[in-house]
């Protein structure tokens, strides 16, 4: 089966080295994430049709107490 606008083998060959293949899943777009005061939408690419509704609810229930903090450090 050939996916209207899916990434060939022979472009995918030219982009990385030692290509042996291809896939496509559907992305979509996990919601109601604040991370350090700012609202964030999370795209997620995965074949499990609960995951981003369960992470755009998560979120949900964490913006109630501030959302998510992220820091990092120097290298």
């Known amino acids: 089966m050939l996916m209207e606008n899916a990434l060939t ?6 982009m990385i080295e030692n290509v042996i293949g291809t896939y496509a899943l559907p ?4 919601t109601n ?3 350090n005061g700012r609202d964030v939408l999370v ?3 995965v074949e499990e049709p609960s995951v981003v509704a369960g992470a ?3 979120a949900r229930l964490c913006r109630a107490a ?8 120097e290298p």
């Open 9 to 14: 083998l022979a472009q995918a060959d030219k």
């Open 27 to 30: 992305m979509g777009v996990a």
């Open 66 to 73: 501030g959302g998510f903090r992220a820091e990092t450090t």
């Open 43 to 45: 795209p997620m690419v």
């Open 33 to 35: 994430f604040v991370v």
């Open 56 to 58: 755009s609810f998560a």
